[in-house]
Structures are given as C-alpha cells and as structure tokens.
C-alpha cells in the first residue's frame, strides 16, 4: 500500500493542520481537496455525514488515486467497527472518531492503518495509547481543558501525542498557543475551508489559505 501507517503519521505532523471537511457534491469535495494539497496538506480528513457518505468516499477516493496518488485521504466521524472497515476497503488511508471506540482501533490495527480516536480525559488517552494510537484527537479541544490541557497532560505523559479538534483557527496567535502547548497537529474545518469559499469555488483561495497555515505553523516551529 503506497500510504502505510508511517507515511500517513508522518506526514500528518510534517503539515500539522488535517483540513477537515464534506460536501455532497464529489466535484465540489476534488476540487477542495486538491487545493489542499496544493497548500501543503496533503492528509486531508473527509468526514462520514449525510446519506450515500460512503459511496461519495468510494467514488472520490478512486478518482483521487489515479489522478493525485500523493494525496493521503482519511474518514471522520467514525463510531463503529463495522463503518470504519467499509470505509478501509474503499481507500481510507486513516480514521478518526469524535470518540475512543476501542472494536475500531482493532480493526485499524489489524489493516496496519492509523486511528486517531476523540478523547477527552487523561484516562481515555492512556486507553487509546494502549490500544496502539499513536496520535490522539482531543475533541472537543476547546471544551474539554484546550491548551492548558494539552500542557497538564505531557507534564506525567511525555510521550503522548495530541492533535485537537475544535478550538484552533488559522492564524498566528491562535496557532502560537496550541502548538506552544506542545500539540503535533491540529484538525481544522470550516475556519479553514470557509463556507464562502465553497459556495464561490473559490478554490484558489481555499489553497492559500491552507498554504498560509501550513507555513505559519512551519515558522513557529523554527522559532522553538
């Protein structure tokens, strides 16, 4: 498989932001997609929402590996064993739940595919990381301790790899504050890929300003 687990965590640091994003339309989510790419995030997390999610997944995951094989495309919003594996045939390349579903990091585990589960507590955090993830989703990042949280943790848990979900925009502060607190990737959505730009096909756009992201967050890291 050209993106095994290694690549597929590797990179997903190397850019430090996972655009997160759906839309129902398979033109509208390529043309996102490849501006991600293009920008410099190349692991971009589709999400599981609204009806046929999986086909549109299938069908935009096939396109994508003729045409951009460098494109590392993972699912979202995955809370049973039996989606995540759908989903794993049909090109998944990484899953991401909004909870730890521990039947899913099995499934994961057995295709040698990153899991990145939603935890919200110190415990869930040493469940997922007995479990085999490498990186945990903090979700809702903002909600559950944000960046504060983030600090308390790698205090006792040096080791711990945090990337949140739900609280960290695209610009220099915000980006200072997260990654300062010690975090190795952040998930961003609609503060990333706007609704505007989307309605607009503003695709242009939506490359830049995933580029400007990328380099921000690329420029902070020199800074350390």
Known sequence: MRHD???VLNALEAQGVAPVFYHADPEVCLNVIRACSRG???AIE??????????LF???ARELQKTDP??????GSVVDAGTAAMFLNRGARFIVSPCLVEDVAKVCNRRMTAYFPGCGSVTEIGQAQELGCEIVKLFPGASVGGADFVKAVLGPM????????GGVDPDEASIAKWFG???VAAGMGSKL???AAVKSGDWAGIEAQVRQTVDAIAAFRASK
Request: charged residues 25%.
């Open 5 to 7: 687990r290694l690549t």
């Open 40 to 42: 410099g995030a190349k």
């Open 46 to 55: 589709f999400t599981n929402r609204g009806d046929f999610a999986i086909d």
């Open 58 to 60: 299938g069908d935009i």
């Open 70 to 75: 460098d494109i590392i495309l993972g699912i």
């Open 158 to 165: 040096p080791w711990t790899k945090i990337m949140p979900t």
């Open 181 to 183: 607190s010690g975090i």
């Open 193 to 195: 890929i706007t609704d």
